[in-house]
Every structure is written in structure tokens, then in C-alpha cells.
């Protein structure tokens, strides 16, 4: 059974930063594309960031480039994803995902396993 265990949440205050790591369990994880999507209150999931199971291609919401960083570890078996400049709009539950070809990186419906979810919550 295939296990994702998001850590590194918390609060920050806006310009800081924060490192997510998502610790992969149970399957072949160099198999597997990843993605972290956020839930912010009241509104539907979205896309963060996603890598390729080789880390070949990144792709990122247009509302954190230049901002976060996603990599992986496939020796260790968790993806980061590192987040400077935090913004209060950043504020949500972040979720890592991961996925097996074939799939759209920055959609959710490809992904096949989730994470509980970690807090970050940014105040102005």
C-alpha cells in the first residue's frame, strides 16, 4: 500500500519561507510523478507544482514561480518543495500526490495517491 506523509507546515509571517517534504512509502517511488496542490478556505483545490519521476520536467502554477521550488530525492523517496516570499494568499493545506504515466501533471485527476495535508498559514 502506497503511503504519502506530508511535513514541514506552520506559520510564518508573509516574506518567509517554508520547506514541505513528502515522505513516500510502499511503492516504487522513482515510478511515480509528484505534485503538491493547496486547498486554500473556500475555494477548490489547485495546482502547485509537479515534477516527472526522473525530475526531467517541473512545471508551476503561475501564482508561485519564481517563488517555490519542487524536488525530489528518489534515493530517500520524498519530494519537497521549497516556498520563499510567502504571501497570506499562500495560506492553505498543501498536498502532495503522486501519480503513474499516463497523466497531466497539473490536473488532479491523474494522481492516484494523496497525503493527509500539512497547514501553512501566512499572516500579513
Known amino acids: 500500500q502506497v503511503r504519502l506523509v506530508e511535513s514541514g507546515g506552520g506559520s510564518v509571517q508573509a516574506g518567509g519561507s517554508l520547506r514541505l517534504s513528502c515522505a513516500v512509502s510502499?511503492?516504487?517511488?522513482?515510478?511515480?510523478?509528484m505534485a503538491w496542490f493547496r486547498r486554500a478556505p473556500g475555494k477548490e483545490r489547485e495546482f502547485v507544482a509537479g515534477?516527472?519521476?526522473?525530475?526531467?520536467?517541473?512545471y508551476y502554477s503561475d501564482s508561485v514561480k519564481g517563488r517555490f521550488i519542487i524536488s525530489r530525492d528518489n534515493a530517500e523517496n520524498t519530494v519537497y518543495l521549497q516556498m520563499n516570499n510567502l504571501k497570506p494568499e499562500d495560506t492553505a493545506v498543501y498536498y502532495c500526490?503522486?501519480?503513474?504515466?499516463?497523466?497531466?501533471?497539473?490536473?488532479?485527476?491523474?494522481?492516484?495517491?494523496w497525503g493527509q495535508g500539512t497547514q501553512v498559514t501566512v499572516s500579513s
Open positions: 500526490a503522486a501519480g503513474q504515466p499516463p497523466l497531466v501533471l497539473t490536473t488532479p485527476q491523474g494522481y492516484s495517491y
Open positions: 510502499g511503492g516504487t517511488f522513482s515510478s511515480y510523478a
Open positions: 515534477i516527472t519521476w526522473g525530475g526531467g520536467r517541473i
